[in-house]
């Protein structure tokens, strides 16, 4: 059974910086390109940016809205992918999805369960 | 940047039909897909390109893209689709999400 975990989530300043955390199982983690997706309360989806697999050179891709600030890695020994989140501002107060690309499509086949992150003084 | 345009709210009565659009430039030269999203939960995809359903999903959903519209269609809609629908596309390397419709079944 495919699962994507995600964790880190909280309370965070603005300005300040917070690490996500995406575990995966029932797949082979190392040859999917993974995202994370975030969405405010009440709010539509905005995808925040991806990391392909080592075949691809992990190569890293970002919204307009968050580069510069957010970076994503991942530690395939570990099946987890991360996302580093820098300079956070107000507006960044989301739940934050990881998600799988199946190989070689267009679509996104399994989404983690969310972690929320809160950017408040 | 690329768009995709979604009405925000779509209302049907039940065992009816719903149809749900999106729209892009030249969205019919790319792949989309639907996700359905209820409240409190992770989307779950409903339709993959264009028109194919994933294991699981109900043969009332089926897909459409052609031109710059691609659409939702659920026939004899029941109760439990309530929900939020989002299309979502590729431009180049970047990911797009329509803005959401909320379905309501009354």
């Known amino acids: 059974e495919v699962q994507l975990v995600e964790s880190g989530g909280g309370l965070v300043q603005p300005g300040g910086s917070l690490k996500l955390s995406c575990a995966a199982s029932?797949?082979?983690?190392?040859?999917?390109?993974m995202h994370w997706v975030r969405q405010a309360s009440g709010k539509g989806l905005e995808w925040v940016g991806r990391?392909?697999?080592?075949?691809?050179?992990?190569?890293?891709a970002y919204a307009a809205s968050v580069k510069g600030r957010f970076t994503i890695s991942r530690d395939d020994s570990k099946n987890t992918a991360y996302l580093q989140m820098n300079s956070l501002k107000t507006e960044d107060t989301a739940v934050y999805y990881c998600?799988?690309?199946?190989?070689?499509?267009?679509?996104?086949?399994?989404w983690g369960q969310g972690t929320l992150v809160t950017v408040s003084s | 940047s690329y768009e995709l345009t979604q009405p925000p709210s779509v209302s049907v009565s039940p065992g009816q039909t719903a149809s749900i659009t999106c729209s892009g430039d030249k969205l019919g030269d790319k792949h989309a897909c639907w996700y359905q999203q209820k409240p409190g939960q992770s989307p779950v995809l409903v339709i993959y390109q264009d028109s194919k359903r994933p294991s699981g999903i109900p043969e009332r959903f089926s897909g459409s893209n052609s031109g710059n519209t691609a659409t939702l269609t659920i026939s004899g809609t029941q109760a439990m689709d309530e929900a939020d629908y989002y299309c979502q596309a590729w431009d180049s390397s970047i990911v797009v999400f329509g803005g959401g419709t909320k379905l309501t079944v009354l």
């Open positions: 029932g797949f082979i983690f190392s040859g999917s390109a």
């Open positions: 998600t799988r690309r199946f190989s070689g499509s267009y679509y996104f086949d399994y």
């Open positions: 990391i392909r697999s080592k075949a691809n050179s992990y190569a890293t």
